[in-house]
């Protein structure tokens, strides 16, 4: 494909779901699963357990390779009838320390309240529970792009062109520190973090292909500017220590016990003498 890829809208109908898959499929879309894609496989491939979930994205499939007995793909909202699990993120359906993953690939960022999101993440996670989480860099190129789009005057009759899909009302992009700090909080511990996707919000597959030069020199020179990150923390949970109660001394006219060992006996110290030798 050499042109321009064309621009997503999304037509009246359409789910969040629906118009995050149509831009996958675009040039831009398919570089970022392309990019995204193996680096889950391969952080879920080694996380064991008995159950995952991934809160929304299907077209990005962040459990394929776990071999976890039990993985769900839960969809928020009505609309999605042919989903296996339909819930509200802010409210999932399973009780307290019950999962031993959770994915989330660009969910942080489409809910209107991500911290209670995380909140009820971390309550649902096992102690030593997995977590990956996938967002947009709001410091990124393709963001600063989707930023300038919107702030274009919508013109009468006509969609508003933007490189990202649009998120929904009072939804917004979060950033790694920011993601980070609200991670300390709810004890969940960052043990890999990775930027990527450093070439530019181009359309077009050939530009795109000619910015691979981009990739290596974002990744040495300016590698916290990626268009898009990936997290993984695990859940920690203080140790707790038993204080046994002190124990009742001795009774007062019983002598402890005085170990005796058999060396030499140690010289007495001479005494000392005022007088000056002769």
Not at 20 to 33: C, K, N, S
Not at 247 to 259: L, N, Q
Request: proline share 10%; glycine share 8%.
């Amino acid at each position: 494909m050499n042109g321009d890829s064309p621009i997503v809208v999304s037509p009246s109908g359409w789910t969040e779901d629906d118009a995050w898959a149509a831009w996958l499929d675009t040039p831009p879309g398919r570089y970022l699963l392309d990019w995204a894609q193996p680096r889950i496989d391969s952080a879920v491939a080694d996380c064991f357990g008995f159950h995952a979930l991934q809160l929304g994205m299907p077209a990005l499939q962040g459990l394929r390779a776990n071999r976890m007995p039990q993985r769900w793909l839960a969809q928020e909202g009505s609309e999605h009838a042919s989903a296996a699990l339909l819930c509200e993120f802010d409210a999932l359906p399973f009780p307290s320390s019950s999962l031993d993953l959770v994915v989330l690939p660009h969910t942080l960022e489409r809910t209107q309240d991500p911290h209670r999101c995380l909140r009820e993440v971390e309550r649902v996670l096992r102690p030593e529970g997995r977590l990956v989480v996938l967002g947009m860099n709001p410091a990124g190129a393709w963001v600063l792009r989707q930023n300038l789009g919107l702030l274009r005057p919508r013109r009468p009759g006509r969609p508003r062109e933007l490189f990202l899909p649009e998120l929904p009302a009072q939804a917004e992009y979060l950033g790694y520190w920011r993601l980070r700090d609200w991670l300390r909080l709810l004890g969940l511990e960052i043990f890999e973090a990775e930027f990527g996707a450093y070439r530019m919000p181009w359309r077009s597959q050939t530009w795109l292909e000619r910015g691979a030069v981009l990739e290596r020199l974002g990744a040495r020179w300016w590698p916290v500017l990626g268009a898009v990150y990936m997290v993984q923390a695990v859940k920690r949970v203080p140790a707790m220590r038993l204080i046994k109660p002190a124990r009742r001394r001795a009774a007062s006219g019983s002598a402890p016990a005085v170990a005796v060992g058999r060396h030499a006996p140690t010289p007495w110290p001479q005494p000392f003498s005022s007088s000056e030798p002769e």
